[in-house]
């Protein structure tokens, strides 16, 4: 008798987090889909993407390749001597 109590004592407890987790779920859905339109909305400040950071970090990235390459043939160069 006390497993069976026990029993459904759990599956009430799985009940609740399901419902818990679809609550949760659709908050997590309905919050994404009001972002997505202030991100389309130019006049919602800090919700366009930061594009001059973007630009600024591939610069920085493909300077940091440059000079890898750079140190590379360097290394081959004295290598070969």
Do not use: N
């Given at each position: 008798?006390?497993?069976?109590?026990?029993?459904?004592?759990?599956?009430?407890e799985?009940?609740?987090?399901?419902?818990?987790?679809?609550?949760v779920?659709?908050?997590?859905?309905?919050?994404?889909?009001?972002?997505?339109?202030?991100?389309?909305?130019?006049t919602?400040?800090?919700?366009?993407?930061?594009?001059?950071?973007?630009?600024?970090?591939e610069?920085?990235?493909?300077?940091e390749e440059?000079e890898?390459?750079e140190?590379?043939?360097?290394?081959e160069?004295?290598?070969?001597?």
């Open positions: 008798m006390e497993h069976e109590e026990r029993a459904d004592q759990m599956e009430r799985a009940d609740r987090m399901e419902q818990e987790s679809e609550r779920g659709g908050k997590i859905d309905q919050t994404r889909g009001d972002w997505e339109s202030k991100e389309g909305d130019q919602v400040p800090g919700a366009q993407p930061d594009v001059e950071g973007e630009v600024r970090q610069i920085e990235e493909e300077r440059r890898q390459i140190r590379k043939a360097e290394q160069e004295e290598d070969d001597e």
